[in-house]
């Protein structure tokens, strides 16, 4: 394993508890990337689209970093994370070798982790045919350094021969990991050292959506830790399923107001607790949907309204913004099928209200 320390360290620095600082830049950066943030944090000026300059990249997840209002993103064409500043300047921050396609990416700010989902679609540059859909696994990296604290091979978990995608991963508040797998109904739990469990193997997870010369039975799409020791699971066809942690057996259906329109690709907890969720335009050919979930006081039933569209092709995820704004990334996934070039990808903000 071969990581990029050094650009690590030139794009983080050390995270505090309540926030992050990735002032760690040459000093004229840092001075640049100041006066940006104070001009955005003017409450007369409207939330700027960021044009982000990384051909190539095809970012899928994007998460933010609140103290140092920079966003971070993987690549699910090389084994990169990278982050992006609000000029749309991408820096790779970690390269590792061992890893073949970084789908999820998270950001723990409590335990000072960057964790990244490893998967592999076959379009990677280090994919192979004996590895495609049969890597899984999450890795843990330390803020600061880039150094791989650990790896959590979830296939090897699976034990079933079968293929696996790790479409999402969510952070609980004492640093449990859990992740979503979309082409088997399981939902596997990392604690804080990396070890890794099944936490849920369930028909109800399955999915039955198909994209066409690409994915067949897609089901769980997107996760969410959110407070009562919950997990909200979306999935590609626009259902939502609870589950209870400490009771994963439990598991039900969440009754909607009406489905969340498919592909259901990404979704973000709100501060007042509903879920801003975004839906792909991969699937219609038109614009993606951003739509607000409200729920009961127990996520038991839930209203969907829809609040925005995104008209860039196929938005995949959606995620804080600074001074508590929403952003929904295009990353250039149907170019990446199609194994056409991107010249970068998009960061645009949108209505959550």
């Known amino acids: 394993m071969k990581l990029k320390q050094s650009a690590t360290a030139a ?11 990735l002032a760690g830049t040459a000093d004229a950066l840092a001075t640049s990337d100041r006066h940006a943030a104070t001009t955005f944090d003017s409450p007369r000026q409207a939330a700027p689209t960021i044009d982000a ?35 749309g300047r991408v820096r790779t921050i970690i390269e590792d070798k061992d890893l073949v396609s970084v789908q999820a990416v998270r950001v723990d700010s409590k335990g000072n982790r960057i964790l990244a989902g490893n998967v592999d679609y076959g379009t990677a540059d280090r994919s192979t045919d ?21 790896y959590a091979d979830l296939n090897k978990v699976a034990n079933d021969d079968k293929q696996h995608l790790v479409s ?15 082409l088997s109904p399981t939902i596997f739990r990392i604690d804080r050292n990396g070890q ?14 198909n994209i066409p010369d690409f994915l067949n039975n897609v089901g769980m799409s997107a996760v969410a830790w959110i407070p009562g020791n919950l997990l909200i699971v979306a999935k590609a066809d626009g259902s939502l399923v609870r589950v209870p942690v400490d009771s994963p057996k439990r598991a039900v259906k969440v009754k909607l107001s ?30 993606a949907v ?3 979930v409200r729920p009961d006081r127990h996520w038991k039933s839930a209203t969907v309204k829809v609040t925005d569209t995104v008209a860039d092709p196929v938005t995949s995820s959606v995620t804080a913004g600074p001074r508590g704004t929403t952003y929904a990334l295009s990353g250039g996934l149907a170019a990446l099928l199609a194994g056409k070039p991107n010249d970068g990808f998009t960061l645009r903000p949108v209505n959550v209200r």
């Open 11 to 21: 794009a983080l620095t050390a995270m505090t508890v309540l926030g992050t600082t």
């Open 53 to 87: 300059k990384g051909p190539g990249v095809f970012p899928h997840s994007v998460d933010y970093y609140p103290g140092s209002r920079k966003f971070v993103t993987g690549s699910l064409a090389h084994s990169t994370i990278s982050s992006v500043d609000q000029k």
């Open 130 to 150: 004996a590895t495609k859909f049969k890597v899984a696994g999450v890795a843990a990296y330390a803020i600061g350094s880039g150094r791989r604290l650990w």
């Open 168 to 182: 999402d991963v969510t952070i609980a508040p004492d640093g449990t990991a859990y992740a979503v797998d979309q």
């Open 196 to 209: 890794a469990s099944v936490l849920l193997r369930d028909d109800l997870l399955a999915g039955d959506l």
């Open 258 to 287: 009406t489905n969340l329109k498919a592909l259901t690709a990404g979704i973000r907890v709100l501060p007042d607790k509903p879920l801003a969720v975004v839906s792909s335009g991969l699937l219609s050919g038109k614009a």
């Open 290 to 292: 951003v739509q607000r």
